[in-house]
């Protein structure tokens, strides 16, 4: 295990000494816990700051609540969006059944986000990796699907530096009935598949996280992370870690497993750093029954750029005579310790928890755990599925998503926190417990949530499997020049920039919209901006949440700036969506509505 020497421990913990009081002071106490859902079961997978709306929460997970096609399993896809104070402010239902292991979601600006996820696709009678660019009104501006006869799954994307979008994911092989990691690349405009590649050997290999290479790391790539039981031949997994050329699509020369012998080691989740002390690293989270561990711990490797041990170390948060079950889903950088140092977080349970707990672990850049690591939860089941990091100056938080079982709205319910830089949601002071005081967000008596509902194309695109090859004590990817599916023709890059212009990015087309105030309060004048740059006539409307209309008007087109003030009195708190159309051209934006 790497250990740092007496010099550099004492500089660290100085750094981390001022990092902290540095984080006392700014703290801020607008911090919470909410459940979202219904009478039935919803679940959250991925929480993701959302600039484009103001710090907002963006949620993706499934409901077995919400949608005319839901089942109880598979569940439909649920999108939620939550202001800065833990109100709920907006969802969307997509009714076609997905495959409820994971989801991934990304705010990608203009009011537009990007999830991934496994779709049931009724034309190859499986589930496929579906790629979804939509919006808040309910559009779909464009989908994807990838995949073959047997179930396939998206689990992780990213938009890397030139706007393209990396999916993550496995697909099934059908020449060895056994799956094979997956990465792709979508253009963001469209939806149009670059290349898309499976990587693995001939027994089972998954991909669950994806992150785009920074300053000291292999350039012009992404590291993945899952697991791979090649090099046991099937016994147990190994937590498997990927590189791969951007462009291309082939693997690199980083393509390692770590684990110990006899027992499964996965992982789920990495984040690049760069250490004060080691310079680049990488950390990989996930779980492990090896080591010595008495059930499976949260497991946490660290390595160089190119996959060399600095060190692995196992959590465990119950004792030899009461072991609990941990695991690690999510990782971030530790505001409170500072660069170099994360926070894990996942789910634990043992003798004193034995349905469960979201767990947050605080843990310093030599695996050594650090004070302040939090527990969250009541007396039911409660899991953390991911964190993410707002470095907001002045009050950096931390989002963390996952499932609740302990407010009963139902049959367990998207589990969402906001929590400070010390880990805290102002909920867990002098030893009171957190489930008496999460506020379940209804907006009626039921706990119905407003939702609209899309139905998804279904473009089936059946792949060609690359072969792979294994040698040695780590997997060796071989992809062949045969892609899942044939790229599209090389796209210019000035047609490209012309295709986003046109497309539904704020105030960058012939049809320009912005709302003030935004937020305002209910009975205040809303005042719309715009310039149609067109004869036609311009639609107005205003819609809210359910996809009531709240106004509707006309005017003509004109190439100057026009105004038009529509009156709020009477409307409820909550989320509204302003919808311009002229001719071909639509614009749509959002505005919230205080009392």
Known sequence: MYRPNSLYALIRRALLLLALCFACATAQAQNWEVAIGGFNKETAFCVENAPTFGDFALVIGGTHTYGGFNSPNPPNVFVSLSDIAGSFVAGVVYDFQSWDIDYSIIDVGGGDFIFTTGVWNPRACSFDIAVVRADFTGAIIWSTFLGGPATDGGTSLIQEAGGDIVVAGYVESPSNGCRDGFLGLLDDVTGAVIWAHAYGGPFNDELWSVRESMAGFIPGSVYAVGYSNNNTGGADDDLWMLNVDIATGLAVPVSNTYGAPGANDRGYALLLQLDPFMGPVINLVGESYGFGAFNNDVYVVRTDPAGAFFWQQLYETGTAADPGWDIGWDVEESIRYGP?????????????????????????????????????????????????????????????????????????????????????????????????????????????????????????????????????????????????????????????????????????????????????????????????????????????????????GEVSGSDKPQEMQVVTQGWPAGAYTVTLRSGEELQAANVVVNQ
């Open 340 to 552: 170099g140092d994360i926070v894990v977080v996942g789910q634990a349970n043992n003798g004193i928890d034995p349905r469960g707990r979201a767990i947050a672990l605080e843990i310093d850049g030599f695996g050594v755990p650090l004070p302040g690591s939090q527990a969250y939860g009541g007396p039911d089941f409660e899991g953390a599925r991911s964190i993410d990091l707002n470095p907001i100056l002045g009050d950096p938080h931390y989002y963390i998503a996952g499932m609740t079982y302990s407010v009963n709205i139902g049959g367990g319910d998207q589990y969402l926190l906001r929590a400070d830089a010390m880990l805290q949601t102002g909920f867990d002071a002098a030893g009171q417990t957190c489930a008496q005081r999460i506020s379940p967000t209804f907006l009626d008596a039921t706990g119905i949530l407003p939702f609209t509902v899309g139905i998804v194309p279904v473009p089936l695109t059946p792949p060609v499997f690359p072969q792979t090859t294994l040698t040695g004590e780590s997997i060796r990817v071989c992809v062949d020049a045969t892609p899942l599916i044939d790229p599209p023709e090389e796209v210019d890059k000035n047609e490209k920039q012309d295709r986003i212009r046109k497309q539904a990015l704020p105030n960058d087309n012939r049809l320009k919209l912005s709302l003030a105030p935004n937020p305002l309060r209910s009975g205040n004048p809303l005042l719309l901006n715009f310039v149609a740059q067109s004869e036609a006539s311009v639609q107005i409307k205003v819609s809210d949440a359910l996809g009531r209309t709240m106004f509707e």
